[in-house]
T-cell receptor, first 115, second 112 residues
Framework: GAVVSQHPSRVICKSGTSVKIECRSLDFQATTMFWYRQFPKQSLMLMATSNEGSKATYEQGVEKDKFLINHASLTLSTLTVTSAHPEDSSFYIC???????????FGPGTRLLVL | SQQGEEDPQALSIQEGENATMNCSYKTSINNLQWYRQNSGRGLVHLILIRSNEREKHSGRLRVTLDTSKKSSSLLITASRAADTASYFCATDARGSARQLTFGSGTQLTVLP
């Protein structure tokens, strides 16, 4: 099956710093990538949808200036959490789908802890 | 926002027993998918059922879909301790540009 990787797998940073998370589709071209956030013992909440070469579409309540998304190629999307605060601590998961693909393939997630 | 609810929220069974999880959703869908998540890990795609399908099988998994009731069920037969995980349903709603909306999840514990 299709493989999606994320890097880093976990990151600890100080409040006020910016953190970049990478999401890569390893063996297929991902026309669309999705970013989710998951708090402990909760479900996944979609943050934004990103299509290669165009601006991301953010869900209601997600600040686009705080969560910068770049989908510069068909195999890479990045999420940058700018000026991170403790309340941004969460598990961030990306997924990717190919052209016309019904199935989303999920990355292993990145655990962010902001001190 | 969360589209659907899953029940039960938590389920604990003995190895060898069957586990049934239910999912309800609110809007018209293209398909419904079930995913599994081990603690602190990413999601693994289990099975996809389209809106014009009523039942689908994959190994020990059986999924049903009732679009009139806007509900789905996932049955895991002959459960194993390794099946212990959280299970989520996710709907691909019509007109949603393939965005998935996840249910609240069921935490399944299979006791050896």
């Amino acid at each position: 099956g299709a493989v999606v990787s994320q890097h880093p797998s976990r990151v600890i940073c100080k409040s006020g710093t910016s953190v970049k998370i990478e999401c890569r589709s390893l063996d297929f071209q991902a026309t669309t990538m999705f970013w989710y956030r998951q708090f402990p013992k909760q479900s996944l909440m979609l943050m934004a949808t990103s299509n290669e070469g165009s601006k991301a579409t953010y869900e209601q309540g997600v600040e686009k200036d705080k969560f910068l998304i770049n989908h510069a190629s068909l195999t890479l999307s990045t999420l940058t959490v700018t000026s991170a605060h403790p309340e941004d601590s969460s598990f961030y998961i990306c997924s990717a789908s190919g052209p016309g693909g019904e199935t989303q393939y999920f990355g292993p997630g990145t655990r962010l802890l902001v001190l | 926002s969360q589209q659907g609810e899953e029940d039960p929220q938590a389920l604990s069974i003995q190895e060898g027993e069957n586990a049934t999880m239910n999912c309800s959703y609110k809007t018209s869908i293209n398909n419904l998918q079930w995913y599994r998540q081990n603690s602190g890990r990413g999601l693994v795609h289990l099975i996809l059922i389209r809106s014009n399908e009523r039942e689908k099988h994959s190994g020990r998994l059986r999924v049903t879909l009732d679009t009139s009731k806007k509900s789905s069920s996932l049955l895991i037969t002959a459960s194993r301790a390794a099946d212990t995980a959280s299970y989520f349903c996710a709907t691909d709603a019509r007109g949603s540009a393939r965005q998935l909306t996840f249910g609240s999840g069921t935490q399944l514990t299979v006791l050896p």
